[in-house]
C-alpha cells in the first residue's frame, strides 16, 4: 500500500513539472523579423581561420587577403558600408610591419548580398620563422547589425612559412582520412600527391602555380582538372627527379 | 484467449484439408499428341528486326488452324497473336529470354504449350567493319553477324561524314565489363579521333570532348585501350592516361590530362591488348629503343620484366627492327598468355617470327619461347601484312593477290590459301574472334570489294560472303566482338 501511494505521489509531481515545463514553453520571445533589421557576418566561423602565406603568393612582398561577408536581410539597390575593427586582444600582426592601416569601413555594393574585406598584408622576415595573427570583428551600425555570433570575428594567419593544407587529407565517401603507423592515408596518400611534404608542397605549387588542389570542396574545379596538375606535377619530377629531406626520392601516388 | 485458440485450430484444419485435395487438373498440355508444336530450343534476332519464326504444328492443328487462337510471348508479354511469328523486336538486349508459343483450340479450351529462350542482341553487336575512302571521303561499311550488310554506316547513323584520311579501328573495354566495347577509329596524320557506342555506332566522343582544355599539340592518336580502371590513348608524340569508371559502367566518364607521359619513345601503330578479361597490360613496340614495352595498371611505360628469362632466346629490348604484326596468341596456364610478333630486322632485312609469354596473378613477367626466320619471306612482297591467330597456331600473311597460312610453332614453309589473281591486291586482311574467318578487302582495278574466308582448314580460302564495290581504297578491316565475355 506505502509503495502504491509513493507512486502517485511521484506520478503526480511528474505531470506537475511537465505542465510547468509546457507552460514555460509557451513565453513568447519577440523576435527580430526579416526586413526590420539586415545582418552581417563573416562567411567563415571565428575558429575557421584564413591563413596567408607569402609562399604560396606570386608577390613575396605584399598580397591581399579576401575575407568574405555574408549578408542577410534585404538586398540594398545602394551601396552600402560597413564598419570593423581589429581585436587588440587577440591580435599579434604589427601594423605596419604585417599589414597595412586598415581603413575599419568597407562598401556593400548595392544589389549584392556578399561582400568581403580586403586586408594589405606584408611580407617580414620574422614569417619566415613564425606566424601572426590579425583579427577582425564587426561593428554594427545603421545598415546592418551583427549576423551569427560565432562568425562575427575573424582570424588571418599570417606566414611565410607552408604548411599541410586540410584537402591533402581527404578522402571522398571515407572519413577524412586513415591514419596508420604514424602515417597520413588520405586520397591523396592512396591515389594522388602522395605522403605531405612541406618541400612537395613548396615544389607542387611552384611548378603548377597553384596553392591548392581542393577539388572535392571547390566547386571551380574538376576533379579531371585536380588530376592533371597532379600528373603535371608527377611528370615534371620524372623529368627532374628530387629527394625529401630525409635522402628519399620525392614520389607522388597518382596512376598515369 | 479460447476464441482465439479456437480460431487457430479452424485455420489449421483448413489447411490440412485443402492439402489433401486431389488435383485433377491436366497439365500436359504439349504432350497433347493431337497438339505437337515443335520450336528451336533457342532463337537469336535484333533489336529492331523482324523476328520471324515459323514452326512445326502437328497434322491435328493444321487441319483445324481456324479453331485455333496463337499467343506469342516473350517474358509474358505477346508480341503476335499469328500462326507464324513475325513481330519487330523492340526489347531491350538480353540474353536467354523466357518466352512461349501458346495456342488455344477455342471450340473445346484446351491448351497447348511450347517454350523457347529469345537472345535479343543489339543491332551491331558484332560483325565486320570495314574501314577505307570512298567518292573522296571517309566511309565505314559494316557487316553484321548474320551477313546483314550496311553501305557508309556511320554516315547513316550520325548524319555526317567521317574525316578524310582514315587510320586504324580498335575496340576497348573495361576489364570485366558487361558493357558492349568502343570503337576507336583514327585517323591519318590528324588530331581527330572518334569513339562510337558498340551498341548503336553513335558518334559518343571526339579529340575536342575528351580532353582537360585544348587538344594537346602534335596529337596524332593511333589506338585507345581500357586497363582495370585506366585509359590509355596512345598517339604518335606520346600517351595519355585518365581513370575509367568501370564501376558505374560508363566510358567517358573522365577527360584525358593536357600532359603525356614524358620519356623518350614513340609507340607503333601495331599493338595488342593482353588478354582481354583477365590481363590488365598492353603491348607495344617502340620504334626508338626497337623493344617491347608494356603498359599495365600503373599508368607507365615500362619495359618487359626479364628476370625469369634465365636462358633467353632473343631480348626484348633493342633489337634494332622494326615491328611488322603482333597479337595475342593464346593462354598459357591460368595467368599467362603467348604473343606473337614479327619484326623484320633493319640490317639484314630478315623478317623474324618472335614467340613470347606473359606471366603472373600481378604484374607480368617475360619469357621468350622462340624467335625463326620466317621461311620462304622471299616470295613476300614489301608491304606484305600479318595477323597472328588467337588460339591457332597460324599467322595469315597477304602479300599482293596472294593469302598464306603460316604455322609459327612448326616454322613451316607458308601455305598458299587463296590467290584472288592478277590485277588484284588485298588492301586489308583481319581474322574474326574464332580464328576461323578472315575479313578481306580486295582491290580490283578501281574498285574494292570486302569477302569473308572461311579458314577452316578443310575449306580453307571458300568465299562466304563477297560484296562488290564497297569502297575506293581500302584502309582496314576489324572484326568487332562486341560482348567481351565472348572471348571465352
Not at chain 2, 275 to 298: C, H, P, Q, W
Amino acid at each position: 500500500m506505502g509503495n502504491e501511494i509513493n507512486f502517485r505521489q511521484m506520478k503526480n509531481i511528474f505531470i506537475l513539472i511537465i505542465s510547468l515545463v509546457a507552460l514555460i514553453s509557451c513565453e513568447e520571445e519577440k523576435l527580430t523579423a526579416w526586413g526590420e533589421q539586415d545582418f552581417v557576418s563573416f562567411h567563415k566561423t571565428a575558429a575557421d581561420s584564413t591563413v596567408f602565406s607569402f609562399i604560396l603568393n606570386s608577390d613575396k612582398q605584399k598580397g591581399t587577403c579576401s575575407i568574405a561577408l555574408d549578408l542577410l536581410g534585404k538586398i540594398s539597390d545602394v551601396d552600402r558600408t560597413l564598419n570593423y575593427e581589429v581585436v587588440e586582444s587577440n591580435t599579434t600582426a604589427i601594423e605596419g610591419k604585417h599589414y597595412e592601416k586598415l581603413s575599419g569601413v568597407v562598401t556593400i555594393k548595392a544589389n549584392q548580398n556578399s561582400g568581403s574585406i580586403d586586408i594589405p598584408v606584408l611580407n617580414s622576415a620574422d614569417l619566415k620563422e613564425d606566424y601572426v595573427i590579425l583579427e577582425l570583428t564587426i561593428i554594427p551600425n545603421e545598415y546592418y547589425a551583427c549576423g551569427f555570433p560565432d562568425k562575427i570575428s575573424n582570424r588571418i594567419v599570417i606566414t611565410d612559412q607552408i604548411s599541410r593544407p586540410l584537402w591533402w587529407d581527404l578522402a571522398p565517401g571515407y572519413a577524412s582520412y586513415y591514419y596508420v603507423s604514424g602515417n597520413y592515408y588520405g586520397l591523396h596518400q592512396r591515389n594522388g600527391l602522395g605522403q605531405y611534404s612541406d618541400k612537395k608542397y613548396q615544389l607542387f605549387v611552384d611548378v603548377t602555380g597553384i596553392p591548392g588542389l581542393d577539388f572535392l570542396n571547390d566547386e571551380n574545379m574538376t576533379y579531371d582538372e585536380a588530376r592533371n596538375y597532379m600528373l603535371q606535377f608527377k611528370y615534371w619530377l620524372l623529368e627532374n627527379p628530387q629527394t625529401e629531406d630525409n635522402g628519399e626520392p620525392m614520389q607522388v601516388t597518382i596512376k598515369g | 484467449m479460447k476464441k482465439i485458440v479456437n480460431i487457430t485450430y479452424i485455420l489449421l484444419a483448413t489447411v490440412l484439408y485443402t492439402g489433401c485435395y486431389d488435383d485433377l487438373g491436366n497439365y500436359e498440355y504439349a504432350t497433347l499428341p493431337e497438339m505437337s508444336i515443335k520450336l528451336e530450343e533457342q532463337y537469336t534476332t535484333f533489336i529492331g528486326d523482324e523476328f520471324v519464326v515459323e514452326p512445326e504444328f502437328s497434322k491435328y492443328i493444321l487441319d483445324n488452324q481456324d479453331d485455333f487462337s496463337y499467343e506469342w510471348l516473350v517474358k509474358g508479354e505477346v508480341i503476335s497473336t499469328e500462326k507464324n511469328c513475325n513481330a519487330i523486336i523492340g526489347l531491350t538486349p538480353k540474353l536467354y529470354q523466357y518466352s512461349a508459343l501458346r495456342i488455344t483450340e477455342n471450340s473445346t479450351d484446351r491448351v497447348a504449350y511450347t517454350t523457347f529462350n529469345l537472345q535479343v542482341e543489339s543491332q551491331f553487336k558484332n560483325g565486320w567493319m570495314i574501314l577505307g575512302e570512298k567518292d573522296g571521303k571517309s566511309c565505314l561499311n559494316y557487316l553484321r553477324s548474320d551477313n546483314k550488310y550496311y553501305q557508309n554506316l556511320y554516315k547513316a547513323i550520325n548524319n555526317e561524314d567521317l574525316p578524310g584520311s582514315p587510320g586504324q579501328i580498335n575496340e576497348h573495354w573495361f576489364s570485366w565489363s558487361s558493357l558492349l566495347g568502343q570503337i576507336f577509329i583514327s585517323f591519318n596524320e590528324s588530331p581527330y579521333y572518334v569513339e562510337l557506342d558498340g551498341s548503336s555506332f553513335n558518334k559518343m566522343a571526339t579529340a575536342e570532348t575528351e580532353f582537360v582544355g585544348a587538344v594537346p599539340e602534335n596529337l596524332n592518336p593511333y589506338y585507345a585501350y581500357s586497363v582495370d580502371k585506366l585509359d590509355y590513348l596512345v598517339s604518335e608524340n606520346g600517351i595519355y592516361t585518365r581513370p575509367n569508371d568501370s564501376y558505374n559502367s560508363a566510358y567517358q566518364s573522365y577527360k584525358y590530362p593536357s600532359y603525356k607521359l614524358p620519356g623518350d619513345y614513340k609507340l607503333s601503330r601495331k599493338n595488342t591488348r593482353g588478354d582481354i578479361v583477365f590481363g590488365n597490360e598492353i603491348v607495344a613496340f617502340d620504334e626508338k629503343s626497337d623493344s617491347y614495352l608494356m603498359m599495365d595498371t600503373r599508368g607507365i611505360l615500362s619495359e618487359m620484366n626479364t628476370s625469369y628469362d634465365t636462358e633467353p632466346v632473343f631480348s626484348p629490348n633493342d633489337m634494332d627492327a622494326e615491328i611488322l604484326g603482333i597479337n595475342y596468341a593464346g593462354a598459357k596456364g591460368w595467368s599467362g598468355y603467348y604473343v606473337v610478333g614479327l619484326v623484320r630486322e633493319k640490317g639484314s632485312g630478315q623478317i623474324k617470327v618472335q614467340r613470347f609469354s606473359l606471366s603472373g596473378w600481378g604484374l607480368k613477367t617475360f619469357m621468350s619461347e622462340s624467335e625463326n626466320i620466317l621461311p620462304g619471306q622471299d616470295q613476300l612482297s614489301a608491304n606484305a601484312q600479318f595477323e597472328v591467330c588467337r588460339n591457332r597456331p597460324y599467322v595469315y600473311i597477304t602479300s599482293g593477290s596472294k593469302l598464306f597460312r603460316y604455322n609459327h610453332i612448326e616454322n613451316t614453309q607458308p601455305v598458299e590459301v587463296k590467290d584472288f589473281g592478277a590485277g588484284s591486291e588485298i588492301q586489308a586482311f583481319s581474322i574474326d574472334l574464332s580464328g576461323m574467318v578472315g575479313g578481306v578487302i580486295l582491290k580490283t582495278g578501281s574498285v574494292c570489294d570486302f569477302m569473308t574466308l572461311d579458314l577452316e582448314i578443310a575449306n580453307e580460302g571458300n568465299v562466304l560472303f563477297h560484296q562488290e564495290n564497297v569502297l575506293d581504297q581500302g584502309v582496314s578491316v576489324f572484326y568487332k566482338v562486341g560482348d567481351l565475355w565472348d572471348y571465352y
